[in-house]
């Protein structure tokens, strides 16, 4: 899954116009004076395992219920159930509550992280014009 993080500019939200004027009225770090709100967003909707799976844990230690009857509780089939709980649990031992890591650089086996070698061509390229 994935999540964006970033933050939100207030003084890019006004119109181009508007900015102009305050820099014209000021200088040029009147910028400064507006506010970055820190945001995170999810891209997706999450799937069972992420959604469910600290839930399911729960109810097994709290009620002892099986997958059918918290299944039943979240709305979900006894099969989801079985997924998240194993999710749960594996989020459990790994002791995270949230089932988003950053990635701050590619995984070693992540294939899809690879820059086509189109794309890398043009990449170099862009770089070398701006020099």
């Not at 939200?13 to 102009?20: D, G, H, K, Y």
């Not at 820099?23 to 400064?32: C, N, P, Q, R, Y």
């Not at 949230?98 to 992280?113: C, N, Q």
Request: charged fraction near 30%.
């Amino acid at each position: 899954m994935l999540r964006a993080k970033f933050e939100l500019r207030l003084w890019s939200l006004l119109p181009a116009q508007t900015r102009a004027s305050l820099i014209g009225l000021f200088d040029e770090t009147v910028a400064d004076e507006f506010s970055s709100i820190p945001m995170q967003v999810d891209l997706f909707k999450p799937s069972t395992g992420p959604k469910y799976g600290l839930r399911v844990v729960e109810l097994k230690e709290q009620h002892g219920w099986g997958p059918t009857r918290i299944g039943q509780e979240l709305g979900i089939n006894k099969r989801s159930a079985c997924i998240a709980k194993k999710y749960g649990e594996r989020m459990r031992e790994a002791g995270i509550t949230d089932p988003f890591i950053e990635l701050t650089e590619p995984p070693k086996a992540g294939s899809r992280w690879r820059t086509h070698a189109r794309h890398q061509q043009n990449r170099q390229q862009d770089e070398a014009a701006d020099g």
